[in-house]
């Protein structure tokens, strides 16, 4: 066999080994849960805000019906289903109120966390109400945060939970950007949308980095969500809301179907 054609083969072998065994780990997170239980933690994208359809029991939590994890719990029947994510959750209240259904047969975990720790909220509320160079500089502070004190507070819940549950395959979820750019659309400048796309992006590398350091997997919702960003013509996310005002720049039931369900099947 000539060398080019031995180079050819041996990199078609790697790459259908390497997919072999993406699809080996994911249908093995899959029997993890179907034995030992899903729990799902974490934040607001998580809990499904913005989707409707909130489950009644769990109050101001806002855990949706048409949220990703009750949606994968669906189409997988895992033996368990712990769905603790919150809405407005931080990392300490993750640590304080949501690990309690995990233990060393847990299957499946996933959680997004971390947005409202960098002051998601604040961020938005300053960009919406202020000047470009106002909710530029908001974000600055955000992403200093997320340099400096974000990483450490991710890793105690990431170190949490794998002591809590061992065996467990972790999905970590990330962000996805809000806006589309380049395009005319009302509301704020393109100053602030590029920014804050630019923060989410910046958040998520913080995030991802931190989840690969623990073993982790991380969700990237960003290619997911493309196409369906605020100013899209075709968003997934909720834009500013003043009749719910809750529900501004959360996913709405497309994107936690079309945009997270996906990411979290791909990986678990």
Partial sequence: MRRSRLVVFLSSLLLATAAALTGATAAH????????????????????VGAGSYISSSGSCKRSTKAYPYLWNAAHSPSSFTFAACSGARTDEVLASQLGGLNSSTGLVS????????????????CVTS????????I???RAYVDSTLPGKLDTVYSAISSKAPNAEVVVLGYPRFYKLGTVCLGLSET????INNAADYLDAA????????????????????GHEICSGSSWLH?????????SYHPTASGQSGGYLPVLTSAA
Wanted: glycine share 12%; charged share 15%.
């Fill in 29 to 48: 997170a899959s029997q993890l849960a179907a034995s030992g239980g899903y729990v799902a933690l974490g934040d607001s994208y998580s809990s499904g």
């Fill in 111 to 126: 959680i997004s966390v971390g947005g409202n720790d960098a002051g998601f909220a604040d961020v938005m509320t300053t």
């Fill in 131 to 138: 000047s470009d160079s106002t909710c530029v500089s908001r």
């Fill in 140 to 142: 600055n502070t955000a």
């Fill in 192 to 195: 602030k949308r590029s920014a």
């Fill in 207 to 226: 995030v991802a980095r931190r989840a690969a350091a623990h073993g982790f997997t991380f969700g990237d919702v960003r290619t997911a969500f493309s």
């Fill in 239 to 247: 834009s500013l809301n003043l009749l719910n005002i809750g529900e």
